[in-house]
C-alpha cells in the first residue's frame, strides 16, 4: 500500500510564480519528512526536510510546510526558475528505522520561461 | 569530493541470470542503502547495511541478497531475474546508520529481456 502520495502526477507554473507541491500521508507514525528533486538520468537529489515538531522550514526559495492533524505536506518554491523543472519526490521515515524512506510517486514540475 | 558512484550505469539480463550491481559511497559514509525505482513510480527500500550489517530490509522476495565491504562498498545481488525487475537501482549513503538524510546515486537501469 502507497504510506505516501503526490496525487498530482505534474505541474506546470510560469518562472516567477509560485509552485506549490503537495504530498499526503497516511502512516501517523513518520516523524520525519524530506523532498528529493530529480533530473533525468541523475538521482535524486536532497532538496529539504521537516522533523515533526516543527510546521515550516525554510531554505531560500523552497519551503516546507507540515500539517500532522490532516497528514499533509507541501513543497513551495518562490519564485520558480526553469531550472526548477523536474521530478519531485515527497519522502518519510519512521523513528529509528535508518535509511527506510517511504517515496511518493513524484511530481513532474515544469517552470515555462 | 566524489559523490555516491554506482556500476555498471546500465545493464541488459536475460530472465533467470543473475545480476550484482555495485555502490561505492561517499567517503567517510558508513551506511549503504539500496531502492528499486520502476518506471512512474517512487523508490522503494530494498535494504540498509551499516557496518558491513544487514540493519534493514522491504518487502523484496528472497531472490535478493546484499553484502557491504570493509570499505563501506556495497553490492546488490539479484537471482532468477524477471521481467518484473527490469527497474533503475538506487545506491544511497549516509554517515550514520540513522542518518536523517542520504546522499543517491545515478543509478543502474537494469532491463530484464
Known amino acids: 500500500d502507497q504510506q505516501v502520495k503526490q496525487n498530482s502526477p505534474s505541474l506546470s507554473v510560469q518562472e516567477g510564480r509560485i509552485s506549490i507541491l503537495n504530498c499526503d500521508y497516511t502512516?501517523?507514525?513518520?516523524?520525519?519528512f524530506l523532498w528529493y528533486k530529480k533530473y533525468p538520468a541523475e538521482g535524486p537529489t536532497f532538496l529539504i526536510s521537516?522533523?515533526?515538531?516543527?510546521d515550516k522550514n525554510e531554505d531560500g526559495r523552497f519551503t516546507v510546510f507540515l500539517n500532522k492533524s490532516a497528514k499533509h505536506l507541501s513543497l513551495h518554491i518562490v519564485p520558480s526558475q526553469p531550472g526548477d523543472s523536474a521530478v519531485y519526490f515527497c519522502?518519510?521515515?519512521?523513528?529509528?528505522?535508518?535509511?527506510?524512506?517511504?517515496f511518493g510517486t513524484g511530481t513532474s514540475l515544469t517552470v515555462i520561461p | 569530493d566524489a559523490g555516491v558512484t554506482q556500476s555498471p550505469t546500465h545493464l541488459i539480463k536475460t530472465r533467470g541470470q543473475h545480476v550484482t550491481l555495485r555502490c561505492s559511497p561517499i567517503?567517510?559514509?558508513?551506511?549503504v542503502s539500496w531502492y528499486q525505482q520502476v518506471l512512474g513510480q517512487g523508490p522503494q527500500f530494498i535494504f540498509q547495511?551499516?557496518?558491513?550489517?544487514?540493519?534493514g530490509r522491504g518487502n523484496f522476495p528472497d531472490r535478493f541478497s546484499a553484502r557491504q565491504f570493509p570499505n563501506y562498498s556495497s553490492e546488490l545481488n539479484v537471482n532468477a531475474l524477471l521481467l518484473g525487475d527490469s527497474a533503475l537501482y538506487l545506491c544511497?549513503?549516509?554517515?550514520?546508520?540513522?542518518?536523517?538524510?542520504?546522499?543517491f546515486g545515478q543509478g543502474t537501469r537494469l532491463t530484464v529481456v
Open positions: 547495511y551499516y557496518e558491513k550489517e544487514e540493519r
Open positions: 521537516i522533523s515533526s515538531i516543527k
Open positions: 544511497a549513503s549516509s554517515l550514520l546508520s540513522l542518518g536523517t538524510e542520504a546522499f
Open positions: 567517503s567517510g559514509h558508513k551506511s
Open positions: 519522502a518519510a521515515k519512521i523513528p529509528n528505522t535508518g535509511n527506510q524512506f517511504y
Open positions: 502512516n501517523s507514525m513518520f516523524d520525519y
